[in-house]
């Protein structure tokens, strides 16, 4: 889905012209960027979370000629998903990973107790 069909979807929904469909997207999205360039996160609950991440400065090797290069420290935004999200992604995955956190399974000390 790109953003033409994103603004279609939303305005179908909810009985917006695709216009005003649009600025809604268009404002969402600024508002995200403006907090994340800020250095701020934007968090939202089941979804997931916007944040700016620091890369360090590092040596690097230039693939073509072999030779050493610096690589300058960077800003990046860095979006890790939600539990919800990630839940609807692969259902399996999170009924796996629920069922380790309730201890469904056997732990390990009693594994390797009854293998004693």
Known sequence: MNKAELIEHLAGQHALTKAEAGRVVHTLLDAIVTTV????????????????HARAARNGVNPSTGAK???????????????????????????????????????????????A
């Open 37 to 52: 360039k800020k250095g701020g996160a934007v968090v939202i609950p089941g979804f997931g979370s916007f944040k700016q």
């Open 69 to 115: 290069i610096k690589i300058a420290a960077a800003k990046l935004p860095k979006f890790t998903a939600g539990t919800a999200f990630k839940a609807a992604v692969d259902p399996k995955a999170a009924a796996r990973k629920l069922a380790k956190a309730s201890g469904a399974g056997p732990s390990k000390k009693a594994v390797k107790a009854k293998k």
